[in-house]
């Protein structure tokens, strides 16, 4: 495919990556409220409500993996758009708690087609060697989802209501997602696994022995699904832990709002870097950053410039770990079969994802905002383990 091709799906990507994680994973952290009070809802049964499409996300992964394999990353991003778009409209009409999980179930069924791994499978096809950068550049964009969905949904919830800005996202899920995933996202790779083949035909290409591949598979499915869990707890709780050692509103904000600068400067940073280092070389100081950004929340003193720097730290480390859950597989396991490898990767860490939010809110209400940093932690070095394991695994095999 011509660098000019994949320049313009990597921009349409971009694109719908903004949409999709806007008006899907992000939306509750806007409308949770609006809803809760418009349905007459607690609104912890509308967080629910995102939970259980976290759940569903999870329990699908695997299939909509498997079927992008054999049918084509545009023609099945497309559908999920379409279903996106429905969950959401449902929600919108929604007088009650039936049809609000009803709309989530079809959101969370669309959520992993329509999101990362069905963006980086479509690159895996369409960019062939240059995988790899086309990922980093598709996040990039992506990092920019609640920056422009949380302003947009504020505006829209104040000035239309909670019912129109749901519409309005249905719409945009609609058009332009479903046309430029139809248009730009690519088909079946010309030799698709076989069915029923799915990864154990696949190890017989891989980097790695069959019985070390299997191995290797067991520890970036532990690694990724203990990120999945602390990106989610710090996702839903990264202001309620600020606030709980005693910062200031106005602290607590301005120090959150470092997250998504410190994603996307460490993705432009990896970018720069992937000339001179493997995804398999980078992949463990990424996902070093992450238990050195809990010490440094737990050992420095509590004061706003400590805060700040535990932010960034973990901004970096997650926006490094978006791209090294792309890439990483690609790396070790090679590209057949890879958007199925996705999905069983994804399945355990959605499920994490889910569970995540009201596990550390009940420790911290419990125990302190320090015990909830302290879990995280230890979930950090289990992850950071795992991923340099693989590693092991793959400088052994070479």
């Known amino acids: 495919m011509s660098s000019r091709s994949v320049g313009a799906a990597i921009a349409a990507l971009g694109v719908t990556q903004i949409?999709?994680?806007g008006t899907t994973h992000y939306m509750s952290a806007i409308l949770a409220s609006s809803i809760a009070d418009g349905l007459g809802l607690s609104p912890t049964t509308v967080l629910g409500g995102f939970s259980w499409g976290l759940l569903v996300a999870g329990a699908s992964a695997r299939t909509s993996g498997r079927l992008m394999?054999?049918?084509?990353?545009?023609?099945?991003m497309m559908l999920a758009s379409i279903l996106a778009a429905a969950g959401?409209?449902?929600?919108?009409?929604?007088?009650?708690?039936?049809?609000?999980?009803?709309?989530?179930?079809?959101?969370?069924?669309?959520?992993?087609?329509?999101?990362?791994?069905?963006?980086?499978?479509?690159?895996?096809?369409?960019?062939?060697?240059?995988?790899?950068?086309?990922?980093?550049?598709?996040?990039l964009f992506g990092g920019f989802a609640s920056s422009v969905f949380w302003p947009i949904g504020a505006w829209l919830d104040a000035t239309l209501g909670w019912r129109a800005a749901l519409q309005v996202y249905a719409l945009v899920n609609l058009v332009p997602c479903a046309l430029l995933h139809?248009?730009?996202?690519?088909?079946?790779?010309?030799?698709?696994?076989?069915?029923?083949?799915?990864?154990?035909?696949?190890?017989?290409?891989?980097?790695?022995?069959?019985?070390?591949?299997?191995?290797?598979?067991?520890?970036?499915?532990?690694?990724?699904?203990?990120?999945?869990?602390?990106?989610?707890?710090?996702?839903?709780h990264l202001v309620m832990l600020l606030g709980g050692f005693g910062f200031a509103t106005a602290v607590v904000v301005s120090t959150a709002s470092l997250m998504?600068?410190?994603?996307?400067?460490?993705?432009?940073?990896?970018?720069?870097?992937?000339?001179?280092?493997?995804?398999?070389?980078?992949?463990?100081?990424?996902?070093?950053?992450?238990?050195?950004?809990f010490v440094a929340a737990l050992a420095l003193p509590t004061q706003p410039w400590a805060a700040a720097l535990f932010v960034m730290l973990y901004g970096?480390?997650?926006?490094?770990?978006?791209?090294?859950?792309?890439?990483?597989?690609?790396?070790v396991f090679g590209s057949r079969g890879y958007a199925e490898l996705l999905g069983r990767i994804a399945g355990p860490g959605m499920?994490?994802?889910?569970?995540?939010?009201?596990?550390?809110?009940?420790?911290?209400?419990a125990a302190g905002p320090r015990a909830g940093l302290v879990l995280l932690a230890a979930c950090a070095v289990g992850a950071l383990a795992?991923?340099?394991?693989?590693?092991r695994l793959v400088r052994r095999a070479a």
Request: some cysteine; charged content about 10%.
């Open 19 to 21: 949409v999709g994680w």
């Open 260 to 293: 998504g600068p410190a994603q996307v400067v460490a993705r432009v940073a990896e970018m720069s870097l992937q000339r001179r280092f493997s995804a398999v070389a980078v992949a463990l100081p990424s996902i070093a950053l992450m238990p050195v950004a």
């Open 386 to 391: 795992s991923i340099a394991a693989v590693v």
């Open 351 to 365: 499920l994490a994802a889910a569970a995540a939010p009201v596990a550390l809110s009940a420790l911290v209400e």
């Open 182 to 236: 139809a248009r730009f996202a690519g088909g079946p790779r010309r030799h698709p696994v076989g069915a029923g083949a799915g990864f154990e035909a696949g190890t017989a290409h891989a980097r790695l022995p069959p019985h070390l591949a299997r191995r290797a598979l067991a520890l970036i499915a532990l690694g990724f699904t203990l990120h999945a869990f602390i990106n989610s707890a710090i996702g839903a």
């Open 88 to 139: 959401l409209l449902v929600i919108s009409l929604a007088q009650g708690w039936p049809a609000l999980f009803a709309g989530w179930t079809l959101i969370g069924l669309a959520m992993r087609s329509i999101l990362y791994d069905g963006a980086f499978a479509a690159l895996t096809v369409l960019a062939g060697d240059g995988a790899r950068r086309a990922i980093s550049l598709v996040t």
């Open 69 to 76: 394999d054999r049918h084509g990353a545009g023609r099945v």
């Open 316 to 331: 970096c480390a997650n926006g490094l770990m978006t791209i090294v859950r792309g890439v990483l597989p690609l790396a």
